[in-house]
Each structure stands twice: as C-alpha cells, then as structure tokens.
C-alpha cells in the first residue's frame, strides 16, 4: 500500500512538473518550457523533496506541498482543462494527506 501511495505521490509531482513546462512554452516558449519547470524542481529539491538539503517541516511542508499542487491545478485550469485540472487537484491533495497521516 505504502509503495503505491508514494508512486502515485511521485507521478503527481512528475505530472506538475509537465504542467509547468506547458505552460511555460505558451509563455516564453523554450526559453518559459525549460526554465519554468527548471525553477520548480530546483525549489522542490531544496525544499520539499524527502532527501532536501533544507526539507521544510510540518506546516512549512505542507503549505510548500499545496502551494505546489494548487499552482499547478491552476495553470491546467487556465490552459482549458477544467475538469482535468480539478481531478489533479483531488488527486495531488489526497495523496498527500494520505501520506501525512500515515506518517510515511
């Protein structure tokens, strides 16, 4: 169970990572695809990632972690995606309060 959860945890932050890089092309094309998820990961890394040099603890966490998800929902929202957009969100949230609770 354990493994699935955090497969599943590891494709939501993969499919956010795709999202950002979308919508980066439609802004500054390959300058805003490359860049833009660049910057996510880089912060992510840092701050977020489970081996984070710097890992953001308890509330910190889990406001980077939805700050994250919700920006990502967001630009798939406004790429025309609405319903795909809202199921993401559902989702990325879920998953990550499954792995709050579950202490994983």
């Known amino acids: 169970m354990v493994l699935v959860i955090m497969v599943s945890r590891f494709l939501c932050e993969i499919v956010a990572l795709i999202i950002f890089g979308i919508w980066g092309f439609q802004q ?19 701050l977020g990632s489970p081996n984070a040099p710097y ?6 966490g889990s406001i980077l972690e939805l700050l994250l998800f919700s920006v990502a929902s967001y630009l798939l929202y406004s790429l025309g995606h609405t319903y795909l957009a809202l ?11 499954l792995i709050h609770f579950m202490n994983i």
């Open 55 to 60: 890992k953001l603890q308890g509330v910190y």
């Open 87 to 97: 199921l993401y969100f559902i989702v990325a949230i879920g998953i990550s309060i």
């Open 28 to 46: 500054g094309k390959i300058a805003g695809a490359i860049g833009v998820p660049l910057v996510v990961a880089v912060v992510w890394a840092m």
